[in-house]
């Protein structure tokens, strides 16, 4: 028994790393993450080209998916690709700058403790600042979106868009994506307004150029109707959304008919094609005349629905069915048979559609792009800035963006450290500190001198919060970077704008993982049993 550390008593097998060299260890492995996303934060921000085992590309600027696609060893980081992951599924934008945020934390924590403070007096600091950080962000940095009316979601929408494939093109886009969330607006049984992001149905297709990209009312399907001679057009449309094979029913293997009259083997090829048109029968006589399946149909039955006037589909997405099927009040049916043992297909199953779907509204955005990584990183910031206008709409207001939060909470915090008479005050003052390297970052990766922008920025903060109310230096909370020019202006009147929901969120988010992995001061690491040498030859 080899153990470094006396007091540990028996401790056998793996290995055992504790006090300030796990905490050194935890930090490296969130710096080193951080690092990775860091150059991609902001309108200059680069994208990351990343090839997994098989060679499949992916080139993206977004947080969240960067992280998720890396194989971390180190459990430290995997705390922050979860961190990452979150923020994407709540918030859906920020997820760069939470990791950035909670790495920062972490690394002036562990300078802390090497000053000889104790992680839980840094804990209790961080988490005063974290609380009060989100109060002042509330009461003095946010801005109600029904001052500012519908062009703060598009300029929302830009913002989160500003450091995606989309930014040149976000006069189309943003628009387009706010017209989306706006039309599947929903009210839940509770009565609380809903914008689901998942009824905008996002569809990708190759050529012409993004600028090409449509907007649609409605659910749109990435198929084609099963053969050319049906209609291409149906109003007043009665859908049947099904999950059953309509080709020739064929017999199972393994069965074994003996035959004595070769008619009869004729009489049974007959019958196998007639069970499947019974079936489609039965479903045209419920008034069907929009059939989808997620099977095929074959052409033998095809012949039937071209008759009847109905329009089939065959080989929809199961997932694009469901959707269809709540939007427009039908049911997904996966068999015909009723508890009796007959096969039955009843009218109350079928949707109704006409001009756009009824129960729950639906939209579709149909992207173009030249190829398919252009494609998946246009869905991504698409998907990002949807859910940046679902969040806006939902909680009804928006901070500025650039950097400005960021720089106001920073000198907010640090005045307050300054009237805590306890040692909770050097925690607090270090999250202030923090809280700048994502103003500093913006500036770096534009190329432009951040000590000078962040120094300028602090200084029309501080004024700002220094000023009385009613004083015209108020609006001076609003300024935040503007990178293009190097400078900094009022945001709010440039249209930079985040949901405030966004950013208190991941101020919290990054509080957390950065506190969650401060507690840590012992690792143990199992070793691995080592496993006996069998020959299989018996040699």
């Known amino acids: 028994m080899f153990q470094r550390d006396p007091r540990a008593g028996a401790f056998l097998g793996g290995d055992r790393v504790s006090g300030q060299d796990i905490r050194d260890q935890n930090v490296t492995a969130a710096l080193s993450i951080a690092n990775i996303v860091k150059s991609s934060l902001g309108p200059l921000g680069l994208d990351k080209m990343l090839v997994d085992n098989i060679g499949e590309v992916t080139i993206s600027n977004d947080g969240a998916t960067i992280l998720s696609l890396l194989s971390v060893e180190h459990p430290a980081g995997k705390v922050f690709i979860d961190l990452a992951q979150k923020q994407d599924k709540e918030v859906g934008d920020g997820t760069t700058s939470v990791v950035i945020i909670a790495a920062e934390l972490l690394r002036r924590a562990n300078e802390l403790v090497k000053a000889k403070i104790h992680p839980t007096t840094i804990i209790t600091g ?17 801005v109600k979106v029904d001052a500012l009316g519908r062009d703060a979601l598009v300029n929302a929408a830009k913002t989160s868009m500003s450091s995606k494939i989309l930014a040149n093109d976000d006069d189309l886009f943003a628009p387009m994506a706010v017209d989306a969330m706006l039309s599947v607006r929903s009210i839940n049984p509770r009565g609380d307004i809903k914008y689901p992001v998942k009824a905008v149905n996002v569809l990708k297709a190759h050529g012409k150029s993004a600028r090409e990209s449509l907007f649609i009312q409605g659910y749109a399907l990435n198929c084609t109707v099963a053969s050319q001679a049906m209609k291409k057009r149906i109003s007043n449309a009665k859908i049947a959304c099904l999950d059953i094979n309509l080709q020739k029913a064929r017999m199972q293997l393994g069965i074994q008919i003996l035959v004595e009259d070769p008619e009869q083997l004729e009489e049974i090829r007959k019958r196998e094609a007639e069970i499947t048109l019974e079936r489609i029968r039965k479903i045209l006589a419920a008034g069907a005349n929009v059939v989808l399946t997620t099977k095929g149909i074959d052409d033998l039955c095809l012949k039937e629905f071209v008759e009847a006037g109905a329009m089939a589909v065959r080989r929809c997405r199961k997932e694009d069915l469901r959707r269809i099927a709540k939007a427009t009040g039908g049911t997904l049916v996966s068999s015909l048979a009723n508890l009796e043992g007959e096969e039955t297909y009843e009218s109350s199953y079928l949707g109704t559609a006409d001009d756009g779907t009824k129960v729950v509204n639906s939209a579709s955005i149909i992207l173009r792009g030249a190829n398919d990584y252009m494609l998946d990183e246009m869905e991504r910031a698409l998907h990002d800035s949807l859910s940046v206008i679902k969040r806006t709409l939902e909680s009804g207001s928006v901070v500025p963006g650039g950097g400005a939060v960021e720089s106001a909470l920073s000198v907010y915090l640090e005045n307050f450290a300054t009237t805590l008479g306890s040692r909770e005050q050097l925690a607090i003052a270090e999250f202030a500190t923090a809280l700048l390297t994502i103003p500093k970052q913006l500036a770096v ?84 049993e080592p496993k006996p040498e069998t020959d299989a030859h018996g040699h």
């Open 126 to 142: 961080y988490r005063l600042a974290c609380k009060e950080a989100v109060r002042f962000m509330q009461d003095n940095l946010s």
């Open 445 to 528: 990766n534009a190329a432009k001198d951040s000590t000078e922008l962040v120094a300028k920025l602090r200084s029309y903060h501080n004024a700002a919060q220094n000023a009385p109310a009613g004083d015209p230096k108020k609006v001076l909370l609003r300024y935040g970077l503007d990178l293009l020019k190097g400078d900094v202006r009022d945001n709010v009147s440039a249209g930079v704008l985040e949901p405030t929901l966004s950013k208190v969120k991941s101020l919290k988010s990054a509080y957390e993982a950065a506190i969650s992995l401060l507690r840590i001061d012992d690792a143990i690491q199992c070793a691995p």
